[in-house]
T-cell receptor, first 111, second 110 residues
Framework: DAGVIQSPRHEVTEMGQEVTLRCKPI?????LFWYRQTMMRGLELLIY????????DSGMPEDRFSAKMPNASFSTLKIQPSEPRDSAVYFC?????????FGPGTRLTVT | TQLLEQSPQFLSIQEGENLTVYCNSS?????LQWYRQEPGEGPVLLVT?????EVKKLKRLTFQFGDARKDSSLHITAAQPGDTGLYLC??????????FGTGTRLTVIP
């Protein structure tokens, strides 16, 4: 199994630009999670989906952030417009029952 | 908001030494998970503890869940350089609701 796949692995963009992060969960998993990790705040849950439906988006910082899961094998996290404080590593994880499997993350730098 | 405090925040020890990492909260969790994260990678699950007072062993790693299910500890015996990484505890309050701790960054010096 290829595991959770995220792209891009690194993204550098200027403030105000739109950023789209992509995730392919492990085949057969029915839950997908987006996390953000920073030195200051640690690992924070942004949103999670169950069977492609958003269940809890209370961790999404503000309206500039949006996430979609159009099908069981693909999800996106979009930031529009991006700001320097959005700089972080963004992880996608998927699960079937309890254990969450994390992708390698996307390191986002907003200048 | 559930807050999971981990201590120490940073730990640097010599190969062969023993160490204990703590994860504390004022909240009760239905289960608690421990992850290890290496640079440039996502966290990887080490163990899940569910019952208050439960002890689980994974080779040189011993995990304990507090009786009241509010805290946990991770003990590593005879640490190896391969144990270096960021150790994260995560408490679960309900289905898919994981709250991650602040992390302990361990460095084992050969």
């Amino acid at each position: 199994d290829a595991g959770v796949i995220q792209s891009p692995r690194h993204e550098v963009t200027e403030m105000g630009q739109e950023v789209t992060l992509r995730c392919k969960p492990i085949s057969g998993h029915n839950s997908l999670f987006w996390y953000r990790q920073t030195m200051m705040r640690g690992l924070e849950l942004l949103i999670y989906f169950n069977n492609n439906v958003p269940i809890d988006d209370s961790g999404m910082p503000e309206d500039r952030f949006s996430a979609k899961m159009p099908n069981a094998s693909f999800s996106t996290l979009k930031i529009q417009p991006s700001e320097p404080r959005d700089s972080a590593v963004y992880f996608c994880a998927s699960s079937l029952i309890d254990e969450q499997y994390f992708g390698p993350g996307t390191r986002l730098t907003v200048t | 908001t559930q807050l999971l405090e981990q201590s120490p925040q940073f730990l640097s020890i010599q190969e062969g030494e023993n160490l204990t990492v703590y994860c504390n909260s004022s909240s009760v969790f239905s289960s608690l998970q421990w992850y290890r994260q290496e640079p440039g990678e996502g966290p990887v699950l080490l163990v899940t503890v569910v019952t208050g007072g439960e002890v689980k062993k994974l080779k040189r790693l011993t995990f304990q869940f507090g009786d009241a299910r509010k805290d946990s500890s991770l003990h590593i015996t005879a640490a190896q350089p391969g144990d270096t990484g960021l150790y994260l505890c995560a408490g679960e309050t309900g289905a898919n609701n994981l709250f991650f701790g602040t992390g302990t960054r361990l460095t084992v010096i050969p």
